[in-house]
T-cell receptor, first 114, second 114 residues
């Protein structure tokens, strides 16, 4: 089954404790990206990757890091989480970015930073 | 960065009514996408629009890519209870510094009363 898998689904952590949210897709997609969803703000793009070893900032990259060492994986790293990073996070992938081909979203990760 | 204004923010309608929502942008987009998000799930693509003026249908859903490339609308005809959810518009800049960036509107929360 074609899917985007995020882990964990729920995470509560303390300020400053490094964490990683994993994202994996099994569709051989070139393009992957991370979003955060906050009430009234919709989804805002954090980082995206056009292909292996190619990453770029989205609209809200501050406080986040990503890496794309393999085509299927695109982890989101919070080196020193803060309470304002409490949010619902989504990973997505698509065959390519140009033309906006269908993006498949993961189930989401609800992060709480206390 | 690019911004999308989506309206209305929420709608409460009776089953069987038609629904209309729209998105406007301060800048041009090359692709418009419409997504639906069910509670606890990631967004799912409903309709993709690739050309200015394009009108596309998917069952009871119809969406149009505005000729100015700065707006798009989504219509849902004869609404049913399972149409409940959050609807998002999204746009790809497609070129220059916007290549690879996907910008989302704030979302329209749709409630359908039986």
């Amino acid at each position: 089954e074609a899917q985007v898998t995020q882990n964990p689904r729920y995470l509560i952590t303390v300020t400053g404790k490094k964490l990683t949210v994993t994202c994996s897709q099994n569709m051989n997609h070139e393009y992957m990206s991370w979003y955060r969803q906050d009430p009234g703000l919709g989804l805002r793009q954090i980082y995206y990757s056009m292909n292996v070893e190619v990453t770029d900032k989205g609209d809200v990259p501050e406080g986040y890091k990503v890496s794309r060492k393999e085509k299927r994986n695109f982890p989101l790293i919070l080196e020193s989480p803060s309470p304002n990073q409490t949010s619902l996070y989504f990973c997505a992938s698509s065959f390519r970015a140009l033309g906006g081909t269908e993006a498949f979203f993961g189930q989401g990760t609800r992060l709480t930073v206390v | 960065g690019q911004q999308l204004n989506q309206s209305p923010q929420s709608m409460f309608i009776q089953e069987g009514e038609d629904v209309s929502m729209n998105c406007t942008s301060s800048s041009i987009f090359n692709t418009w996408l419409w997504y639906k998000q069910d509670p606890g799930e990631g967004p799912v693509l409903l309709i993709a629009l690739y050309k200015a003026g394009e009108l596309t249908s998917n069952g009871r859903l119809t969406a149009q890519f505005g000729i100015t490339r700065k707006d798009s609308f989504l219509n849902i005809s004869a609404s049913i209870p399972s149409d409940v959810g959050i609807y998002f518009c999204a746009g790809y800049g497609g070129g220059g510094t916007s290549y690879g960036k996907l910008t989302f509107g704030q979302g329209t929360i749709l409630t359908v009363h039986p």
